[in-house]
Nanobody, 117 residues
Framework: QVQLVESGGGLVQSGGSLRLACTAS????????MGWYRQTPGHQRELVAS???????NYADFVKGRFTISRDNAENTGYLQMNSLKPEDTAVYYC???????????WGQGTQVTVSS
């Protein structure tokens, strides 16, 4: 089993920045992909960004140029640097990872990000 613990959410004004962190622990084997989804009430989760173990990144169009995802493989930790935040970025952000053999998807507990106008 893999546990994902998130940190770094909070309240920020429009135009501000936050950094989310997600640390994996437990029976970690081949932590292939780490990333974040976000969800607002009444809507499905949407992919924000992901990064694989080789460093290849993928971003949703609505965060390109504003968010940067990175990871520290030695610490099994992923980071999401969020700049130029907008009120529409307000959501619960969920860290996820694909890991293990056989591979499966794991989820963090979610962290609230609120951007005030």
């Amino acid at each position: 089993q893999v546990q994902l613990v998130e940190s770094g959410g909070g309240l920020v004004q429009s135009g501000g920045s936050l950094r989310l962190a997600c640390t994996a622990s437990g029976s970690i084997y081949r932590l292939r992909v780490m990333g974040w989804y976000r969800q607002t009430p009444g809507h499905q989760r949407e992919l924000v960004a992901s990064i694989n173990s080789g460093g290849s990144r993928n971003y949703a169009d609505f965060v390109k140029g504003r968010f940067t995802i990175s990871r520290d493989n030695a610490e099994n930790t992923g980071y999401l640097q969020m700049n130029s935040l907008k009120p529409e970025d307000t959501a619960v952000y969920y860290c996820y990872a694909f890991a293990g053999m056989p591979e499966r998807q794991y989820w963090g507990q979610g962290t609230q990000v609120t951007v005030s106008s």
